[in-house]
Protein backbone atom coordinates (compact mmCIF):
# COMPACT_ATOMS: atom_id res chain seq x y z
CA UNK A 1 0.00 0.00 0.00
CA UNK A 2 1.24 3.42 -1.08
CA UNK A 3 1.92 6.22 1.31
CA UNK A 4 -0.80 8.36 0.02
CA UNK A 5 -3.31 5.89 0.41
CA UNK A 6 -2.06 5.34 3.75
CA UNK A 7 -2.81 8.90 4.80
CA UNK A 8 -6.00 8.39 3.15
CA UNK A 9 -7.10 5.67 5.40
CA UNK A 10 -5.66 6.84 8.56
CA UNK A 11 -7.36 11.17 7.53
CA UNK A 12 -10.81 9.02 7.36
CA UNK A 13 -10.26 6.78 10.25
CA UNK A 14 -9.71 10.27 12.68
CA UNK A 15 -12.30 12.22 10.99
CA UNK A 16 -14.68 9.44 11.06
CA UNK A 17 -14.47 9.90 14.90
CA UNK A 18 -13.44 13.16 15.52
CA UNK A 19 -15.63 15.41 18.07
CA UNK A 20 -16.31 18.80 17.26
CA UNK A 21 -18.54 21.69 19.11
CA UNK A 22 -21.88 22.56 17.01
CA UNK A 23 -21.60 25.72 14.84
CA UNK A 24 -23.36 27.50 17.31
CA UNK A 25 -21.52 26.79 20.44
CA UNK A 26 -20.06 30.39 21.62
CA UNK A 27 -16.64 28.87 21.96
CA UNK A 28 -16.76 28.56 18.14
CA UNK A 29 -18.33 32.15 17.45
CA UNK A 30 -15.04 33.37 19.50
CA UNK A 31 -13.24 31.17 16.93
CA UNK A 32 -14.92 31.76 13.82
CA UNK A 33 -16.13 35.22 13.81
CA UNK A 34 -12.84 37.24 14.21
CA UNK A 35 -11.52 35.79 11.03
CA UNK A 36 -14.91 35.87 9.36
CA UNK A 37 -14.32 39.80 10.12
CA UNK A 38 -10.60 40.28 8.81
CA UNK A 39 -12.06 37.81 5.78
CA UNK A 40 -14.61 40.51 5.10
CA UNK A 41 -12.84 43.20 5.37
CA UNK A 42 -10.72 42.20 1.61
CA UNK A 43 -13.54 40.17 0.28
CA UNK A 44 -17.21 40.52 -0.65
CA UNK A 45 -18.55 37.79 1.23
CA UNK A 46 -21.56 37.98 -1.74
CA UNK A 47 -22.84 35.39 -4.41
CA UNK A 48 -21.77 31.21 -4.59
CA UNK A 49 -19.07 30.59 -1.86
CA UNK A 50 -17.92 26.88 -1.89
CA UNK A 51 -16.80 25.70 1.89
CA UNK A 52 -14.05 23.07 0.69
CA UNK A 53 -13.54 20.62 3.81
CA UNK A 54 -17.17 22.05 5.53
CA UNK A 55 -17.01 19.58 8.40
CA UNK A 56 -20.20 20.14 11.14
CA UNK A 57 -20.75 23.68 9.33
CA UNK A 58 -18.52 26.08 11.59
CA UNK A 59 -18.32 28.49 8.26
CA UNK A 60 -20.46 27.14 6.33
CA UNK A 61 -23.65 28.00 8.57
CA UNK A 62 -22.16 31.61 8.90
CA UNK A 63 -21.21 32.35 5.02
CA UNK A 64 -25.03 31.64 4.49
CA UNK A 65 -26.73 34.69 4.27
CA UNK A 66 -29.26 36.44 1.94
CA UNK A 67 -26.59 37.76 0.16
CA UNK A 68 -24.65 33.89 -0.54
CA UNK A 69 -25.65 30.81 -1.73
CA UNK A 70 -23.10 28.40 -0.08
CA UNK A 71 -22.47 25.09 -1.32
CA UNK A 72 -20.37 22.94 1.87
CA UNK A 73 -17.79 19.93 0.61
CA UNK A 74 -16.25 17.28 3.20
CA UNK A 75 -15.03 14.11 2.17
CA UNK A 76 -16.43 12.75 5.83
CA UNK A 77 -20.01 11.59 5.51
CA UNK A 78 -19.62 11.36 9.35
CA UNK A 79 -19.37 15.44 9.72
CA UNK A 80 -22.09 16.30 6.99
CA UNK A 81 -24.44 14.63 9.17
CA UNK A 82 -23.64 16.78 11.40
CA UNK A 83 -23.66 19.70 9.30
CA UNK A 84 -27.25 21.36 9.84
CA UNK A 85 -26.51 23.11 6.00
CA UNK A 86 -28.72 22.00 3.43
CA UNK A 87 -26.61 22.60 0.07
CA UNK A 88 -24.26 19.98 1.17
CA UNK A 89 -21.90 16.98 -1.30
CA UNK A 90 -19.89 14.68 -0.27
CA UNK A 91 -16.46 14.91 -2.23
CA UNK A 92 -12.63 15.42 -2.86
CA UNK A 93 -10.93 18.36 -2.63
CA UNK A 94 -8.23 17.15 -4.79
CA UNK A 95 -10.44 16.92 -7.67
CA UNK A 96 -13.40 19.29 -7.06
CA UNK A 97 -17.06 18.11 -8.64
CA UNK A 98 -17.69 21.52 -9.93
CA UNK A 99 -16.94 23.70 -13.97
CA UNK A 100 -14.08 26.17 -13.92
CA UNK A 101 -15.16 29.82 -12.28
CA UNK A 102 -17.97 27.98 -10.93
CA UNK A 103 -17.83 30.45 -7.05
CA UNK A 104 -17.09 33.92 -6.31
CA UNK A 105 -15.38 32.81 -3.51
CA UNK A 106 -13.73 29.16 -2.23
CA UNK A 107 -12.63 29.19 0.97
CA UNK A 108 -11.17 26.31 3.18
CA UNK A 109 -10.13 25.96 6.58
CA UNK A 110 -7.98 23.16 8.45
CA UNK A 111 -7.52 21.38 5.29
CA UNK A 112 -4.29 21.59 4.08
CA UNK A 113 -2.40 20.10 6.88
CA UNK A 114 -4.53 16.85 6.42
CA UNK A 115 -3.33 16.07 2.67
CA UNK A 116 -0.84 14.92 0.70
CA UNK A 117 -1.10 17.36 -2.18
CA UNK A 118 -1.49 20.80 -0.85
CA UNK A 119 -1.40 22.64 -4.33
CA UNK A 120 -3.32 19.87 -6.04
CA UNK A 121 -6.09 21.14 -3.54
CA UNK A 122 -5.15 24.64 -4.00
CA UNK A 123 -5.19 24.54 -7.45
CA UNK A 124 -8.50 23.02 -7.42
CA UNK A 125 -9.74 25.58 -5.36
CA UNK A 126 -8.31 28.29 -7.92
CA UNK A 127 -9.54 26.33 -10.93
CA UNK A 128 -13.68 26.45 -9.59
CA UNK A 129 -13.07 30.13 -8.19
CA UNK A 130 -13.84 33.05 -10.56
CA UNK A 131 -11.61 35.25 -8.21
CA UNK A 132 -11.00 34.75 -4.33
CA UNK A 133 -8.98 31.81 -2.58
CA UNK A 134 -9.07 32.08 1.44
CA UNK A 135 -6.73 29.61 3.13
CA UNK A 136 -6.86 28.92 7.03
CA UNK A 137 -4.48 26.99 8.53
CA UNK A 138 -2.86 26.30 11.73
CA UNK A 139 0.15 28.24 12.65
CA UNK A 140 3.76 26.12 12.88
CA UNK A 141 4.73 28.55 15.13
CA UNK A 142 2.43 28.71 17.39
CA UNK A 143 3.43 26.22 20.90
CA UNK A 144 -0.26 24.74 21.21
CA UNK A 145 -0.56 23.77 17.52
CA UNK A 146 3.03 22.59 17.28
CA UNK A 147 2.68 20.45 20.28
CA UNK A 148 -1.26 18.79 18.83
CA UNK A 149 0.73 18.19 15.41
CA UNK A 150 3.51 16.19 17.10
CA UNK A 151 0.99 14.35 19.70
CA UNK A 152 -1.64 13.35 17.36
CA UNK A 153 -0.50 11.37 13.92
CA UNK A 154 -3.45 13.02 12.15
CA UNK A 155 -2.57 16.54 12.69
CA UNK A 156 1.43 16.06 11.44
CA UNK A 157 0.94 18.07 8.82
CA UNK A 158 0.26 21.31 10.80
CA UNK A 159 3.85 21.19 11.27
CA UNK A 160 4.64 22.25 7.45
CA UNK A 161 1.89 25.06 8.44
CA UNK A 162 3.55 28.48 7.66
CA UNK A 163 2.80 31.75 6.36
CA UNK A 164 5.91 31.71 4.08
CA UNK A 165 5.09 28.14 2.73
CA UNK A 166 1.31 28.58 1.96
CA UNK A 167 2.09 32.05 0.22
CA UNK A 168 4.50 30.07 -1.85
CA UNK A 169 1.99 27.36 -2.40
CA UNK A 170 -0.86 29.83 -3.36
CA UNK A 171 1.45 31.76 -5.99
CA UNK A 172 3.02 27.86 -7.58
CA UNK A 173 -1.07 28.03 -7.85
CA UNK A 174 -0.85 30.83 -10.02
CA UNK A 175 -2.75 33.13 -7.50
CA UNK A 176 -1.60 36.17 -5.91
CA UNK A 177 -1.69 36.57 -2.18
CA UNK A 178 -3.46 40.63 -1.35
CA UNK A 179 -4.34 39.69 2.64
CA UNK A 180 -2.67 37.70 5.49
CA UNK A 181 -3.34 37.15 8.94
CA UNK A 182 -1.67 35.10 11.13
CA UNK A 183 -4.18 35.64 15.01
CA UNK A 184 -5.78 34.11 17.80
CA UNK A 185 -5.24 32.05 20.52
CA UNK A 186 -8.61 30.14 20.72
CA UNK A 187 -8.89 26.73 18.90
CA UNK A 188 -12.62 24.98 17.78
CA UNK A 189 -12.44 22.23 20.31
CA UNK A 190 -9.63 22.27 22.47
CA UNK A 191 -10.15 25.50 24.37
CA UNK A 192 -12.07 25.61 27.51
CA UNK A 193 -15.23 27.94 27.21
CA UNK A 194 -13.70 29.76 30.54
CA UNK A 195 -10.50 30.93 29.28
CA UNK A 196 -12.39 32.30 26.07
CA UNK A 197 -12.96 36.00 27.54
CA UNK A 198 -9.33 36.08 28.51
CA UNK A 199 -8.03 34.87 25.20
CA UNK A 200 -9.82 37.74 23.02
CA UNK A 201 -6.98 39.67 23.82
CA UNK A 202 -4.95 37.65 21.24
CA UNK A 203 -7.41 38.52 18.34
CA UNK A 204 -5.32 40.91 16.83
CA UNK A 205 -2.13 40.57 14.47
CA UNK A 206 0.05 38.34 16.15
CA UNK A 207 3.38 36.14 14.85
CA UNK A 208 2.35 32.98 17.24
CA UNK A 209 -1.17 33.63 16.87
CA UNK A 210 -2.80 29.79 16.51
CA UNK A 211 -3.79 30.52 13.05
CA UNK A 212 -3.23 32.00 9.65
CA UNK A 213 -5.71 33.19 6.86
CA UNK A 214 -4.35 34.17 3.67
CA UNK A 215 -6.62 35.30 0.95
CA UNK A 216 -5.57 35.10 -2.64
CA UNK A 217 -6.77 36.49 -5.98
CA UNK A 218 -6.21 35.33 -9.40
CA UNK A 219 -4.05 36.68 -11.35
CA UNK A 220 -5.47 36.28 -15.15
CA UNK A 221 -8.52 38.75 -15.84
CA UNK A 222 -11.68 37.79 -15.70
CA UNK A 223 -14.16 38.50 -18.36
Known sequence: MNLAKNA?????EYFNKVKYRAPSDPVI???????LEFIRRHVPLTGRILDVGCG????????????????????????LQQNPHSGL????????????????????ANVLHHVPDREQVIHEMARVS?????????????????????????????????????VKEMQNCGMKVVASLTTGMISQNNTPAVLVP????????????EYIVLIGE???PEA
Open 8 to 12: EILQS
Open 29 to 35: GAYADPK
Open 56 to 79: NGIFTTRFATAEASVVGLDFSHYL
Open 89 to 108: IRGDATGLPFGERSFDLVFE
Open 130 to 166: RKYVVLLEPNRYNPIMAGLSVVVRAERGGLKSCVSRL
Open 198 to 209: WLRRFDRPIWCG
Open 218 to 220: KNR
